[in-house]
């Protein structure tokens, strides 16, 4: 994958299956703390933006996929509640190898989500990152 434009909060990921898409909209990150780990509580850093609005990191969160029709949750949080590597929300599971924020790999357009889906928008297309 070569230059894609860097997510921030409120990205939007693809959805799967059933499941629409959801965006990256739970807490900020004040001081670009994380855990990285499946129990990082943050959807963006607080201490470096792109575009006015906190850079989204590899383990970030996202609200959970809900659909309307059955079954409600995602087949993998029916069957395994630690689906999601022992955390209780998808997370962004990769980035840029060679962009780090805030000791993380800051994500992108593209980047894969642990629930199978990958971030479609909500993107800051002036700011390129590459692999």
């Not at 809900?66 to 395994?80: D, K, R």
Request: glycine share 12%.
């Amino acid at each position: 994958m070569s230059s894609m434009p860097i997510a921030v909060w409120g990205n939007l990921d693809s959805g799967h299956g059933p499941f629409p898409p959801t965006p990256a909209i739970l807490g900020i990150a004040k001081g670009g703390e994380t855990t990285k780990s499946a129990f990082n509580p943050f959807s963006a850093s607080g201490n470096v933006v792109a575009g006015k609005k906190g850079v989204h990191r590899q383990w970030d969160v996202r609200i959970l996929h809900i659909s309307l029709t059955a079954p409600a949750f995602p087949p993998e949080i029916v069957v395994n509640a630690m689906a999601y590597n022992g955390g209780p929300l998808p997370f962004t599971k990769d980035g840029s190898s060679s962009v780090i924020v805030n000791g993380v790999p800051c994500a992108r357009l593209g980047s894969k989500v642990i629930c199978t889906s990958s971030i479609i928008a909500g993107v800051d297309k002036t700011v390129l990152v590459g692999e």
